[in-house]
């Protein structure tokens, strides 16, 4: 139960970090403070650095196996994504594909990194 617990925060805090951030950034975008360009891009950006520190903190707080708590993250968040995509659009691309290997691969490093840290400062 407390493994529950400690995944769901970090899964909360990720979301919320995300839509704060997005928020902040369609505001930038909406009073032409940002262009296109610079939007769609951070929109990514934003993302995978949201889950990249989340899931160094994931890393972090695990025992061990950090390079599996990475995946359970990002399959997490990809079932997440996929379930708001098919409700609001029905269109699988390979963009999709690509942004869905960059999401494993950023939780994955996020949380190998984060568990080799708490290792060299214990």
């Avoid at 994504?81 to 390979?94: A, E, G, L, R, V």
């Amino acid at each position: 139960m407390n493994y529950l617990k400690k995944l769901g925060k970090i899964i909360i805090t990720t979301l919320l970090s995300i839509i704060i951030l997005g928020f902040i950034l369609t505001i930038l975008y909406y009073f032409d403070i940002i262009n296109n360009n610079i939007y769609n891009i951070m929109k990514m950006v934003i993302v995978i650095l949201s889950l990249f520190i989340n899931a160094f903190f994931l890393g972090k707080n695990s025992t061990k196996y950090g390079l599996v708590e990475g995946l359970k993250l990002g399959a997490i968040f990809l079932i997440i994504m996929f379930i708001i995509k098919i409700f609001t659009s029905n269109s699988f691309d390979i963009r999709t594909v690509i942004y869905s290997i960059i999401i494993l691969l950023t939780t994955s490093i996020g949380s190998v990194i984060g568990i080799n840290k708490k290792e060299i400062n214990s």
